[in-house]
């Protein structure tokens, strides 16, 4: 027998499985289409709403509000620097071990994570809130 098949955790509904009721039932064409399709339309509904929105808002902004347009020699650049992007990634995944990437990926959202902390706390209203509490007297309960 394959072991794959055998391996409580792979969620085989076999006879010799775990007797506390936590296998995973099987799963049904309707429920696999259900999922399929949701995540179709969860992926495609705001792309469209967001270029509906987009084209509205372009028309009703005059010729120098509008975004800057990419160029013919920007679309011909972009594959020469997206390739070179990805190389570069397969290079640097091959030569460093996946620990050193770890860490690094720790360390960029945790120095992310305490900037993103600092704008909330510094920002203008978090401060004149803070000032307001700390003006306010102090109520008791009453006693």
């Avoid at 775990?18 to 399929?36: D, F, M, V, W």
């Avoid at 920007?74 to 995944?93: E, M, N, V």
């Avoid at 945790?110 to 401060?127: K, N, P």
Wanted: overall charge neutral; charged content about 15%; some cysteine.
């Amino acid at each position: 027998m394959d072991s794959a098949l055998s391996d409580p955790h792979n969620g085989s509904a076999e006879a010799g499985g775990p007797a506390n009721g936590t296998t995973r039932p099987p799963s049904t064409p309707e429920g696999i289409a259900l999922a399929y399709g949701s995540l179709l339309l969860m992926a495609l509904l705001p792309i469209f709403f967001g270029a509906l929105r987009s084209v509205r808002c372009a028309r009703g902004k005059n010729s120098s509000d509008m975004p800057e347009t990419i160029t013919s020699r920007d679309a011909a650049r972009f594959p020469i620097i997206a390739s070179c992007t990805l190389l570069g990634l397969y290079l640097f995944f091959k030569i460093f071990s996946q620990e050193y990437i770890n860490l690094l990926l720790s360390m960029y959202f945790f120095v992310l994570g305490i900037l993103a902390l600092s704008h909330t706390i510094r920002s203008e209203g978090s401060l004149q809130h803070m000032k307001q509490l700390s003006q306010e007297p102090e109520q008791g309960f009453g006693y």
